[in-house]
């Protein structure tokens, strides 16, 4: 549950960086509408005042997608089909069943560092909650032991999934925000929209013309600093802008600083030079997922996946404050906080 006072800060929060995304041209702001969901503070902006109805109506849809997909739902569509892991398959509507096919495409692109059968290894952790702790080794090993993408039977003529051992569950938490933004996108679009920002959670899409007809300008999010904070700015026609990173959920222990990106190998929060990921996609779904999985792979392989994938770009952010972009941002992205140290194209 996000505190009355935390959703203050980051609502405000989320009016600076749209400053930052839409420019300050002195004509009339963007109508926007900021609200509680996925678990996080939600805005969605429009320009063009006339579509102000649309507002409710984007956040009517992020309620109904996310009351089919969230984990946390007793009654959602995961919540049933963790249920009955081991005993039968479960019939899914289709934008869940089509969330999930998206799911197992980034997990072979990513080669398993994306997983979404990695919730026994989050529920033993609890990062998050009020009972976050390092588990016992014997139940990380054994939780370690149920990931693995493969083991989830999809079924495309039926539209249904099963999970075929019992212990077996699925948390879409890393791929869900995207997909869900996207999915507002094509209401919008749908609906005559002619251009706006969906903002879910630091998960920035920006779609459609701005007034000016400029491009969009998105901050990369700072790792080291507070939610809307950032080291650069990407500036590109639409797109998304996702970023994963050690600052966004974690909890100490014993002196130690333990976050929420796990190495699906191990079970234990990934260790390696990186303190943020943010990927820049078309689709924000894609973004959602790659970003944890960039994250996972580390720097050289990571940026070796965006460099081989259509579409994908990244900027990394390094526990020493480096900055390293892939080739595609060379003459998009600028560096504008001079606390990091620009490194170049990967």
């Not at 693995?148 to 879409?172: I, T």
Request: hydrophobic content about 40%; glycine content about 10%.
């Amino acid at each position: 549950m996000i505190s009355k006072t935390r959703f203050l800060r980051s609502a405000v929060l989320i009016l600076l960086a749209a400053v930052l995304v839409c420019g300050c041209t002195g004509k009339p702001k963007p109508i926007r509408q900021t609200e509680l969901a996925l678990g996080t503070v939600c805005s969605v902006s429009l320009f063009d005042s006339k579509e102000k109805a649309l507002l409710p109506a984007s956040f009517s849809l992020i309620s109904q997608l996310e009351n089919k997909i969230s984990k946390n739902i007793p009654d959602s569509e995961i919540s049933n089909l963790n249920r009955n892991a081991g005993i039968s398959s479960v019939a899914l509507s289709p934008p869940v069943f089509q969330l999930l096919t998206m799911a197992r495409k980034f997990s072979i692109l990513s080669e398993g560092m994306f997983d979404v059968t990695i919730d026994p290894v989050v529920e033993l952790w609890g990062i998050g909650t009020d009972h976050a702790s390092v588990p016992e080794r014997d139940k990380l090993a054994h939780a370690v032991s149920l990931v693995d993408y493969r083991k989830v039977v999809l079924d495309p003529a039926h539209g249904s999934a099963f999970l075929p051992e019992k212990e077996l569950a699925v948390d879409l938490g890393g791929i869900a925000k995207g997909y869900i933004a996207d999915c507002v996108k094509d209401f919008l679009v749908s609906e005559g929209a002619g251009g706006g920002i969906i903002d879910l959670g630091g998960n920035i899409l920006a779609f459609g013309k701005k007034p000016d007809g400029s491009d969009f300008r998105i901050g990369i999010q700072d790792p080291f600093g507070g939610r809307g904070s950032s080291i650069g700015v990407v500036t590109m026609a639409e797109g998304s802008v996702v970023t994963s990173g050690i600052y966004e959920r974690f909890f100490e222990q014993d002196g130690k600083r333990y976050h929420h990106i796990f190495d699906v190998k191990t079970g234990f929060p990934v260790e390696n030079s990186l303190s943020g990921v943010s990927i820049v996609t078309r689709e924000s779904a894609a973004g959602d997922a790659l970003s944890t999985a960039v994250f996972a792979l580390g720097l050289e392989k990571g940026m070796a996946l965006v460099e081989k994938t259509d579409g994908v770009e990244a900027v990394c952010i390094t526990k020493d404050k480096e900055v390293y972009i892939s080739s595609g941002l060379k003459d998009c992205f600028t560096l504008t906080d001079r606390n990091f140290t620009m490194r170049g194209a990967f």
